[in-house]
T-cell receptor
Framework: DTGVSQDPRHKITKRGQNVTFRCDPI?????LYWYRQTLGQGPEFLTY????????KSRLLSDRFSAERPKGSFSTLEIQRTEQGDSAMYLC???????????FGSGTRLTVV | TQLLEQSPQFLSIQEGENLTVYCNSS?????LQWYRQEPGEGPVLLVT?????EVKKLKRLTFQFGDARKDSSLHITAAQPGDTGLYLC???????????FGDGTTLTVKP
């Protein structure tokens, strides 16, 4: 297993467009997390899954954000009608259910112009 | 809401110096992790601590978890330019739920 993979690494989009990011976790890990990070800040929690079930979603997350993990393996994060404030690094991480030790992907850098 | 405060926010030192960075909270955590992040990459785990008062050493890095499991420190001995990066602490949630991250300490080690 080569770790957590995220695609694309970089995305530039125009304001108002929809974007979708993909995350492939470590295969033995049944928990998958999405975080967002802006310059000078630590990762901010967005949502997480245990297998295919979405267990928690941040109250700060608007309705424009949606995430899925349909078969308990890879996950997608979609942002509809992007805004300039959505520009950030979107990080995916996975872990075993029994601990809080995360393995992160390299992230997707989103720039909304 | 569990918050983690890290200090200092920025630290710039010369190669060979020692340093300590801190991670403090008013909340108790079941475990605490330290990560190091380089620009344009995701954080990479350095260590996890779970027992109050625990001390772990990783080569030149020494991690300590407070007795009350609310705070932690990271000490680096004889810093090297390769230690440059963003150091993040994260508090493990109850029942291994989501972790809360601090805003990090940006360390620059000059040759």
């Amino acid at each position: 297993d080569t770790g957590v993979s995220q695609d694309p690494r970089h995305k530039i989009t125009k304001r108002g467009q929809n974007v979708t990011f993909r995350c492939d976790p470590i295969s033995e890990h049944n928990r998958l997390y999405w975080y967002r990070q802006t310059l000078g800040q630590g990762p901010e929690f967005l949502t997480y899954f245990q297998n295919e079930a979405q267990l928690e979603k941040s109250r700060l997350l608007s309705d424009r954000f949606s995430a899925e993990r349909p078969k308990g393996s890879f996950s997608t994060l979609e942002i509809q009608r992007t805004e300039q404030g959505d520009s950030a690094m979107y990080l995916c991480a996975s872990s075993l259910r029994t601990d809080s030790v995360y393995t992160f992907g390299s992230g997707t850098r989103l720039t909304v112009v | 809401t569990q918050l983690l405060e890290q200090s200092p926010q920025f630290l710039s030192i010369q190669e060979g110096e020692n340093l300590t960075v801190y991670c403090n909270s008013s909340s108790v955590f079941s475990s605490l992790q330290w990560y190091r992040q380089e620009p344009g990459e995701g954080p990479v785990l350095l260590v996890t601590v779970v027992t109050g008062g625990e001390v772990k050493k990783l080569k030149r890095l020494t991690f300590q978890f407070g007795d009350a499991r609310k705070d932690s420190s990271l000490h680096i001995t004889a810093a090297q330019p390769g230690d440059t990066g963003l150091y993040l602490c994260a508090g493990g949630g109850t029942n291994a739920g989501k972790s809360t991250f601090g805003d990090g300490t940006t360390l620059t080690v000059k040759p």
